[in-house]
């Protein structure tokens, strides 16, 4: 059974940092690239990052390039989220992801449950 757990999420100030984290059965990500995305209020749910299944690939949203950070700890089964200068936009539910192809564009099947993170001013 497919399972991605995500945590760290809450409420943090403009400027400040947070980390996710999203815990996957071993099945699901030994061999999956893995990816986060959110949603805000009104909005369609959007890209964030994606890391490939060795690590050795990552890509990021114009919007989080060079605040936003995606690594992968294979041992652990769990893909991280380190998060930087956050911003009041980037208020949203986040999300894990598994199997997609972000090359391609697509997006994998596998959701975990969504994770709060709000900015505040």
């Known amino acids: 059974q497919v399972q991605l757990v995500e945590s760290g999420g809450g409420l943090v100030q403009a400027g400040g940092s947070q980390r996710l984290s999203c815990a996957a059965s071993p099945r699901t990500f030994s061999s999956s690239e893995m990816g986060w995305f959110r949603q805000a209020p009104g909005k369609e749910r959007e890209f964030v990052a994606a890391?490939?299944?060795?690590?050795?690939?990552?890509y990021y949203a114009d919007s989080v390039k060079g605040r936003f950070t995606i690594s992968r700890d294979n041992a652990k089964n769990t893909v991280y989220l380190q998060m930087n200068i956050l911003k009041p936009e980037d208020t949203a539910v986040y999300y894990c992801?598994?199997?997609?192809?972000?090359?391609?564009?697509?997006?994998?099947?596998?959701w975990g449950q969504g994770t709060q993170v709000t900015v505040s001013f």
């Open positions: 890391i490939s299944w060795s690590g050795d690939s990552t």
């Open positions: 992801n598994a199997g997609g192809q972000r090359r391609l564009g697509v997006r994998g099947p596998y």
